[in-house]
């Protein structure tokens, strides 16, 4: 009895687990899978011999249509196009590959298809195509309107298809299939920049000139109410982008499509500009400290500058000064080392008295006189040597500072010129005091190079082994005194000598 | 019997009592600082007084010295005042005076040390060291005083009389040549409570104590000297030590280079043995009979010559120097 029992339970049991894994495992699903797939590789070592075959029927009468030449020229370029993809992808100058591209455009007419047709010959066009004038369409030119054109209609112009691009992309084949197209390309409307018959500007464009074609839209006064307006050109600006004036718009943007946005062959921030730029490529890419606005930044060289026009020198968006602290208003993080970089624009506001060239922008350059915003192999980016150390004697350094600062000031014992030095003890330069031997010390110490609360751009604070002491610096009329954490507090005076240095 | 027990108890407990109260009696001035038997590290201290203003109207501190007056008046009644010591076992006279006549004397015994004087290096063992900057103490003092340290990290004073240390230990710093930290009341890059191996003991007996060995504090600016005589083969035992202090006064000193005495007295504090010599010109050295300073030729630092000889290039470096120095 009792074994009964069990082995019926036990019977439940295996019944209920076994239908629990069938359910959870969708074991049948599988394994119907595994039974097809076993079925076609047996049906295919079966057929393996017949695999390959197939069966093509082509007519005469379509051979005779295929025509041969121009099919391999297309494949030919469109080979070449990605050679050209493939093995020079930067290299290749922007402006060949879209001649390439143009040649390809060129399309070859089909005379037979023509002759067939009835030829209109110039003196039969109507009256609005006269005088004729500089560039002409080539159908417009063989009389060949029935190519566009219906024949034998009441209405003349009637087209042969209802979408013009249609009838243009029917001849000019090279279809426009890059990243970016320009906004009447996509639309199809081909007939809004260029004529249809003939123009007095060469690709039978409808203004006198590319330039104007384009502003033609991107002109803030456009009546065009796209986008085109806002990314307007204001060509009334002074300082102007010089392919623009002398060339055309198309020196940087492609009319109809390409691979970078606005319609650019090349990236936009930076490798388009460079590419023209050749010194300036090799200092940002070469320069052993870089700006990290160039270097490390969302719009690369388009942070400062604008391409098209502006009113400041150098297309730079604003003012030479306010261009830099548009960033610098804040605490950077500095590619150089990684540090803070001081917040220029607090410090220039808090002491008002700033250096020559950042006083005098228009004449004396700005921030850019010292500092080389695209990279330098001088710390700070600096344009010249100069030195980071408290100690740092004078002897058989270029510092920078004397380019335009003169030697004089530092190397006469002793002067009473007041051009050469006011930091004078009566004769005695205590300039020349400071500065050489064996413990000179560096500009800095107690200058600022940018700006200070007092004359001379005498710093209030000269960082010392990682404190700051002040210099206590007091001008007088004369003369003036220093207690910095170097020495006492000194008097000096120009005309009544206070006795230092003697 | 238990009973007379008892009572005896209790005349005894109200004896004490009594006793007690009478003892407790205060005198017109007590003096807070210095305890009785201080070991004092400068020749500089302060004695804080607390005086009833009733019973006092001036009191006199009196050393070997000099003699110091205090006026008192009714507004406060902590007093403090700083009074020069001279090396060794010192005696303070507070003197309190009611129209002219002594009403009330004490005395305190004090030891200022200093390791450059063997008679001075050891003081007698009942002399102990005191601390001063403890919660307890300041609170006396901040009737007065701001106690709070108004330094901040890494930028000197201005005015350095801004500093809340000025008030009180300005003292320190008006010798002829000062240290640059020390003049400029940095006072906490050094002072910075911590404690090093030689003083542990000290640990949290002051808010500003001083980690000694104090020569990871002067290599934390004096860099390139450390990195110098590192380098070099023999070293001076101060400066293997890690005792810069000993010789150097880290705040002010009359003498060039902050040293705490004339340099010769300096070198022969620790060798006696040369002390006749140089004294009576006899020796095999020639800088004694010209006169000249130890440290003409021996460098006190350290050396990769014998006797911590000076080679020709440190010579000509410190010759230029001293060149330098006169032009200017």
């Keep these: ?447 600022d190079e940018h700006a200070s609360k007092y004359n001379h751009l005498i710093r209030d604070y000269t960082d010392f082994n990682g404190i700051k002491f002040p210099l206590r610096f007091i001008d007088t009329e004369d003369g003036g005194s220093c207690a910095p954490a170097c020495h006492k507090k000194f008097e000096y005076d120009r005309i009544d000598p206070k006795g230092i240095g003697r | 019997m238990r009973e007379l027990k008892a009572i005896v108890r209790a005349g005894v407990l109200l004896l004490a009592v009594t006793a007690c109260l009478f003892s407790a009696e205060t005198p017109p001035t007590v003096v807070i600082l210095p305890q009785e038997n201080a070991l004092v590290h400068e020749v500089t201290l302060s004695v804080v007084l607390r005086v009833d203003t009733k019973a006092v109207d001036s009191v006199k501190i009196l050393n070997a010295v000099g003699e110091k007056q205090l006026d008192i008046n009714q507004s406060k009644s902590i007093y403090c005042k700083t009074v020069r010591l001279e090396l060794g076992e010192n005696t303070l006279h507070i003197r309190s005076y009611k129209e002219g006549a002594l009403i009330n004397e004490q005395m305190r015994h004090l030891y200022v040390t200093s390791p450059l004087y063997s008679q001075y290096k050891y003081p007698p063992t009942e002399y102990k060291r005191q601390f001063f900057h403890t919660d307890n103490n300041e609170s006396t003092c901040r009737s007065c005083h701001d106690m709070s340290v108004n330094e901040q990290k890494g930028i000197a004073f201005i005015d350095v009389s801004e500093s809340n240390c000025y008030a009180c230990h300005h003292q320190l710093t008006k010798a002829k040549y000062a240290h640059a930290p020390s003049v400029n009341w940095l006072c906490t890059s050094c002072h910075n409570g911590k404690v090093g191996s030689d003083n542990a003991w000290q640990a949290g007996r002051s808010k500003f104590l001083v980690a000694k060995p104090v020569n990871s504090l002067c290599f934390g600016c004096h860099k390139k000297n450390a990195k110098l005589w590192k380098s070099y083969r023999f070293r001076h035992e101060p400066l293997d030590s890690g005792r810069c202090n000993k010789c150097h006064n880290s705040h002010a000193s009359p003498y060039k280079m902050f040293v705490r005495k004339p340099v010769n007295s300096i070198c022969l504090g620790c060798h006696k043995d040369k002390r006749m010599k140089v004294k009576q010109r006899d020796s095999d050295c020639e800088g004694t009979i010209k006169g000249k300073e130890c440290v003409a030729c021996h460098s006190p630092h350290a050396s990769d010559k014998q006797f911590f000889l000076m080679s020709e290039e440190e010579k000509k470096r410190l010759e230029s120097k001293q060149h330098e120095r006169e032009r200017r």
């Design chain 1, 1 to 447: 009895m009792n074994k009964n029992v069990i082995q019926t339970l036990f019977l439940i049991l295996l019944v209920g687990s076994g239908f629990y894994f069938y359910q959870t495992y969708n074991v049948g699903e599988k394994l119907d899978r595994f039974v097809t797939i076993m079925g076609n590789i047996a049906h295919s070592l079966q057929n393996a011999k017949h695999a390959y075959e197939v069966d093509i029927n082509i007519s005469d009468e379509e051979l005779s249509e295929i025509n041969i030449t121009k099919i391999s020229k297309e494949m030919k370029s469109s080979i070449d196009k990605k050679k050209e993809k493939v093995h020079t992808p930067r290299v290749a100058p922007v402006a060949i590959a879209a001649d390439e591209i143009r040649q390809e455009e060129k399309p070859i007419h089909n005379k037979a298809r023509a002759v067939k047709a009835k030829l209109v010959r110039m003196e039969d066009l109507p009256k609005k195509f006269k005088p004729l004038k500089k560039y002409l369409h080539e159908p417009f030119k063989m009389g060949a309107c029935q190519i566009c054109h219906v024949a034998n209609t009441n209405k003349p112009g009637d087209l042969v298809r209802k979408n013009i691009h249609e009838i243009c992309y029917e001849c000019h084949k090279t279809r426009y299939t890059k990243k970016f197209d320009h906004k009447p390309v996509k639309e199809g409307k081909c007939m809004d920049c260029h004529d249809p018959h003939q123009s007095n500007t060469k690709k039978l464009l409808k203004a006198d000139s590319i330039n104007n074609l384009c502003l033609k839209c991107h002109d803030k006064k456009s009546t065009f109410k796209d986008r085109a307006r806002k990314q307007f050109v204001n060509m009334k600006l002074p300082v102007k982008h010089k392919p623009i004036v002398k060339k055309s718009c198309l020196e940087c943007h492609d009319p109809h499509t390409a691979d970078h946005k606005m319609l650019l062959n090349l990236d936009a921030k930076m490798d388009l500009c460079l590419d023209c730029h050749d010194d300036i490529k090799d200092k940002i890419h070469d320069s052993k400290y870089k700006h990290g606005g160039v270097n490390n930044s969302k719009k690369r060289c388009l942070e400062c500058h604008n391409p098209h026009a502006t009113k400041h020198k150098k297309l730079l968006k604003k003012d030479q000064v306010s261009m830099c602290l548009t960033c610098h208003d804040k605490e950077v993080k500095s590619d150089e080392d990684g540090g803070m970089l001081m917040n220029m624009k607090k410090h220039l506001k808090e002491n008002p008295k700033w250096h020559g060239p950042i006083k005098n922008v228009a004449k004396e350059g700005g921030c850019v006189a010292c500092n080389d915003p695209h990279g330098s192999n001088n710390f700070s980016i600096l344009r010249k040597s100069f030195t980071k150390n408290f100690y740092d004697n004078f002897e058989n350094k270029e510092f920078f500072c004397f380019k335009c600062h003169e030697q004089k000031k530092v190397l006469e014992q002793y002067t009473i010129n007041d051009k050469i030095t006011k930091f004078r003890d009566g004769d005695v330069n205590l300039h020349y005091l400071h500065v050489n031997d064996r413990k000179g010390r560096s500009c800095r110490a107690c200058h």
